[in-house]
């Protein structure tokens, strides 16, 4: 008997802690603070503009949307910590933030707090990721392609990533219109440095063997060569 009742108090002590884990690490919604969405929503729910430097934007948010996608678990806080009790006493005080795609890149270099690892390693080393790391902020970023507030995974047929709709999100008028069926096919997030990423890690290390064979076929030749005429003025 006291055994049993051991084991059930470490059982609960165990959920407990998975639990705290959980909401420490900022993946899931606070126990704490469930009526946190509740409450931005009871404004951004409705179709709302506001005026930013000179520009008339939507503060709408989609409830039902939001609610059904990926991050419906978590507060709204989470990505928005500009959002905090000055802007639930004062909502048309402005938060400093920057508009068009300057807040849509700002946005999503916050996506790495929770999708650390092989995703922002892919994107960086890609044509998107190295053309906004150089400034240039038309090209597409992490909102750009997965949505904003109702991001699916890819497995769901109305998600903006699902393969049948990847044309359609790729193809817009600020990227690459028309676009064809088979732009965007193959697998989009994979670092050609390891061995997950398939043929194109052959290609990579092929063609990083090629360059160290050249360098040290025809170095010391540019080496030599420097010498012979640094030594014969």
Avoid: W
Avoid at 99 to 108: D, E, I, P
Avoid at 121 to 139: L, M, P, Q, T, W
Avoid at 151 to 171: D, F, K, M, Y
């Amino acid at each position: 008997m006291l055994r049993h009742l051991a084991s059930l108090a470490l059982a609960s002590a165990l959920v407990l802690f998975a639990a705290g884990t959980a909401s420490a690490s900022g993946l899931l919604l606070d126990p704490s603070e469930p009526e946190g969405n509740a409450a931005c929503l009871e404004c951004h729910s409705q179709p709302q503009t506001m005026v930013r430097d000179g520009k008339t934007i939507s503060v709408h948010v989609d409830p039902e949307a939001y609610n059904n996608s990926v991050h419906g678990i978590i507060s709204c806080s989470r990505c928005h910590a500009e959002a905090g009790p000055e802007h639930a006493a004062d909502p048309t005080k402005p938060l400093g933030l920057p508009t068009g795609r300057a807040l849509r890149v700002l946005k999503s270099e916050g996506c790495v707090k929770c999708h650390a690892g092989l995703y922002p390693a892919s994107y960086n080393e890609s044509f998107h990721g190295i053309a906004v790391k150089n400034g240039d902020e038309r090209a597409a970023t992490c909102v750009d392609c997965h949505g904003v507030h109702d991001i699916q995974p890819s497995r769901v047929e109305t998600s903006s990533v699902a393969p049948a709709n990847l044309p359609n999100t790729c193809g817009t008028a600020e990227c690459h219109p028309g676009a064809p069926e088979n732009f965007a096919k193959g697998k989009e997030h994979f670092v050609v440095a390891e061995r997950e990423s398939g043929g194109l890690h052959i290609v990579y290390k092929f063609f990083m063997g090629l360059i160290l064979f050249d360098t040290m076929k025809d170095g010391p030749i540019v080496m030599f060569e420097l010498l012979r005429r640094l030594t014969h003025k």
